[in-house]
């Protein structure tokens, strides 16, 4: 059944999405883990999280935005301008970083030039960059205009009814990739990095019941596997985004296996639950702004450095591969600072920066790579 998860991390438009259409549903993308999947859920929409696999050039993204920024949005870019994202009815913009920003004003400026371009409904999400009394009432009120503007233009109702409902599903699923956490950082592993990325990423990009389902059933599967260590070191990946196994199995050649992660395609999007009790909209908002793991939140070092050497010593790391996407300042500022305090405490890392996409640099990445299992070695 994994296969079937890798399946779903390699393509965009996968058999899920593409039985959801036909069945008359809805499709919106979003590109962070900030913006609530449950109000998309509870309007019975797909949500989709947008990525920039399978890009061969950049020309149209580098037309909007630059060649100086971050390649990520620029390959989101480049699949909508190609028409890679026309099954999406929708899409929600979001702050996430100021190279997130801007790829709202450029997608709008390229379904000027690029007829078809734009999904109908297009939304932008603001988020606050710091949690406080005032900050989670601004939030709040931007997933009340975010609702109203779903149900006005979907012509649907999101009752609250329906958002317990899709909490309740989503907790679910996260307490299922805790578990598989929990046995990823067993002293016998019975997944690859690899194959974990990709059950992850597959929760992105198919219909939540079923993702759940399979989920729990391969699970329980895992758990039985036999042990692949095989005298291979244990390492944690954190950093930008990446939703790349292939990237993840580049790392594990080097005789590796990635055991944890602090990545926003990782445990960064399933650590913590919405509270079921509460309001929901309060709950939503108080879960979503409470991600203090990006170093786009204002104060918050402390926690996210506290939160990456918990992960360290509970699955007991050989080293720490800190990577980021070229021009990407949150990441590639905050890896130097946790290199100097990581290897303070006497925990080896490496700091990588790399180009979103297609590995073209994959005989430089895997020197680097072999270089620091030599050193942790």
Not at 63 to 83: D, M
Not at 128 to 142: C, G, M, N, Q, R
Not at 149 to 166: G, R, V, Y
Not at 309 to 326: F, H, P, S, T, Y
Request: one cysteine or more.
């Amino acid at each position: 059944m994994i296969s079937a998860m890798k399946e779903i991390a390699g393509t965009l438009n996968n058999t899920h999405v593409q039985d959801w259409k036909k069945n008359g549903g809805h499709v919106i993308g979003y590109p962070c883990t900030y913006v609530p999947e449950e109000i998309m859920h509870a309007a019975k929409i797909l949500p989709f999280r947008l990525r920039g696999i399978g890009t061969k050039n950049l020309s149209i993204g580098d037309t909007y935005f630059g060649p100086v920024i971050c390649s990520f949005p620029k390959c989101v870019l480049q699949l909508a301008g190609e028409s890679g994202y026309s099954f999406l009815d929708g899409a929600i913009m979001v702050n996430g970083c100021d190279s997130m920003r801007r790829l709202d004003e450029c997608w709008r400026k390229a379904g000027e030039d690029y007829p078809g371009t734009l999904p109908g409904f297009f939304h932008y999400f603001g988020v606050p960059h710091k949690v406080t009394d005032y900050s989670l009432a601004w939030f709040i009120d931007e997933i009340k205009g975010l609702i109203i503007h779903i149900e006005d233009h979907f012509q649907i109702e999101i009752t609250k009814e329906s958002l317990h409902k899709s909490i309740r599903l989503f907790n679910e699923s996260r307490k299922l990739l805790q578990r598989l956490d929990e046995i990823r950082i067993r002293e016998t592993v019975p997944i690859t990095g690899e194959d974990a990325l990709c059950l992850v990423i597959a929760g992105f990009a198919m219909p939540r019941e079923a993702y759940n389902k399979a989920l729990k059933e391969i699970i329980d599967e895992i758990d039985k596997s036999q042990d692949i260590m095989d005298g291979k070191k244990r390492l944690m990946l954190a950093g930008s985004v990446n939703d790349d196994p292939d990237f993840v199995r580049l790392i594990e050649e080097s005789g590796a296996v990635v055991v944890t992660d602090a990545l926003c395609y990782g445990s960064k999007s399933y650590v913590d639950l919405t509270d079921e009790d509460e309001e929901p909209i309060a709950s939503l908002a108080r879960r979503y702004l409470s991600h203090s793991f990006c170093p786009r939140m204002f104060g918050c070092y402390k926690q996210r450095l506290g939160y990456i050497r918990q992960r360290i010593e509970k699955a007991r790391v050989d080293g720490v591969i800190l990577q980021n996407i070229r021009f990407c300042d949150l990441h590639g500022s905050e890896n130097g600072i946790f290199e100097r305090d990581l290897e303070a405490q006497g925990i080896p890392c490496m700091r990588m920066e790399r180009e979103y996409g297609p590995l073209v640099e994959t005989g430089r990445i895997r020197m680097r790579i072999d270089a620091f299992m030599e050193r942790i070695g």
